[in-house]
């Protein structure tokens, strides 16, 4: 028989069995009135996954792509912007504001560490202010959940424009678009989303569209003007041929998410968080990531000095068959990351402490044996569901 396999990363995360069901259905044209309805009803409920009254672009590609589609419309060569940078994917806004041609200003912390909104409007100031800001909410590389309505306040108090990577936290922990005046939001489906990896999304404010409007930086697929034309149709359409199939799955994980509510997503998301820190916690390890609600997306722990993080994704997938995620960068081989958002319950989350707990003792680890699973159900409380 064939072995269970258990994905308990940051993504790409586990596919709910309806998502998959919509994902099968014979392909259709995207043209024809059967897919425009469907993409119809995904584009009015994504607004409420951003909690925004704005719409949301959709885009057949990585989040990543709906990253450079927000620099690409909302800056022009020589901008001044400002990147702050905790981790990996601070980085990855770096490089893409760089390749743009715009005068970076970087806020960089260590990684592991979190953003300060103090920090942020001493560097405005300093600087003379900025066209946009770059935001990552949850860094997946170090387990950090940035307090993001705090930042986001001091780049309205500098007339910058505010521009959160997401994609990791979109359905996972709260982010309320327009009630703190976030500018755009990007994410992808691959997340929190409980979808493939695919597709896009991009939430604009009224404001950073007019901002698109005066940008010269060059675009064509990511042009937000062009892609917003195709979605204002009657029904919708796309700019460009979708991913039809990955269409049909979100229109039907989105439905999930706010079917079960997203203030009981993000409660289930803190349990679930609660719940992996307790147990690296029992067994005796140290967490890299903060002990806080707010990190819900993925737990990092830092290994002991004599044990090899790589060796022990390595172990716990091959003889359990869980795939984990190590560290990126000078982190490489020092954390092992456990990711729990989305279709994942606290079950799976016990079977990855105690996965990871073996294998750190045949190691030659000191860990407490028989600690996490029970501290992890304990701190978890409540009902243990999926999505």
Not at 58 to 79: K, W
Not at 182 to 209: F, H, I, N
Request: hydrophobic letters at 45%; one cysteine or more; glycine letters at 10%.
């Amino acid at each position: 028989m064939a072995a269970k396999r258990y994905l308990m990363t940051p993504g790409p995360t586990p596919v709910p069995p309806e998502v998959v069901a919509a994902m099968q259905r014979p392909l259709v044209h995207h043209r024809t009135a059967e897919f425009r309805v469907v993409l119809g009803r995904l584009l009015e409920r994504l607004p409420e996954v951003h909690r925004s009254t704005s719409p949301v672009l959709l885009a057949t590609s990585s989040g990543t792509g709906a990253m450079e589609g927000a620099v690409a419309n909302l800056c022009s060569p020589g901008d001044r912007v400002v990147v702050v940078s905790a981790g990996n994917f601070g980085e990855r806004w770096t490089s893409l504001v760089e390749a743009y041609g715009c005068d970076v200003v970087n806020l960089r912390y260590e990684w592991g560490e979190t953003p300060s909104a103090d920090d942020l409007a001493s560097t405005l100031a300093d600087s003379g202010g900025a066209t946009a800001v770059f935001l990552t909410q949850s860094e997946t590389s170090t387990g950090v959940v940035a307090p993001i309505e705090e930042l986001v306040r001091r780049c309205a108090d500098a007339g910058a424009l505010s521009v959160v990577d997401a994609i990791s936290s979109l359905g996972a922990v709260p982010l309320e678009t327009d009630a703190w005046g976030v500018d755009v939001v990007v994410a992808g489906s691959q997340k929190a989303l409980m979808t493939p990896p695919g597709l896009a999304t991009t939430c604009v404010s009224e404001r950073a569209y007019a901002a698109s409007e005066r940008a010269s930086s060059p675009r064509f697929y990511f042009d937000w003007a062009r892609t917003r034309k195709a979605q204002d149709t009657d029904p919708p359409l796309t700019a460009f041929t979708p991913a039809i199939s990955l269409v049909f799955g979100l229109a039907a994980a989105v439905d999930l998410i706010l079917e079960q509510g997203l203030d009981s997503v993000f409660d289930r998301h803190r349990r679930l968080g609660r719940a992996c820190r307790a147990g690296v916690k029992a067994m005796g390890l140290e967490l890299f990531s903060p002990d806080e609600d707010r990190s819900a997306v993925v737990t990092a722990i830092r290994m002991p000095d004599d044990v090899d993080g790589a060796e022990v994704i390595r172990r716990v997938g091959g003889s359990h068959g869980i795939t984990l995620e190590g560290g990126r960068g000078a982190l490489a081989g020092r954390i092992v990351r456990i990711g729990h958002i989305g279709y994942v319950d606290v079950f799976e989350v016990m079977a990855a402490l105690v996965a990871v707990e073996q294998v750190v003792a045949d190691l030659g680890g000191e860990v407490e044996r028989g600690a996490a699973a029970s501290a992890a159900l304990e701190a978890f409380g409540g009902e243990a569901v999926h999505a």
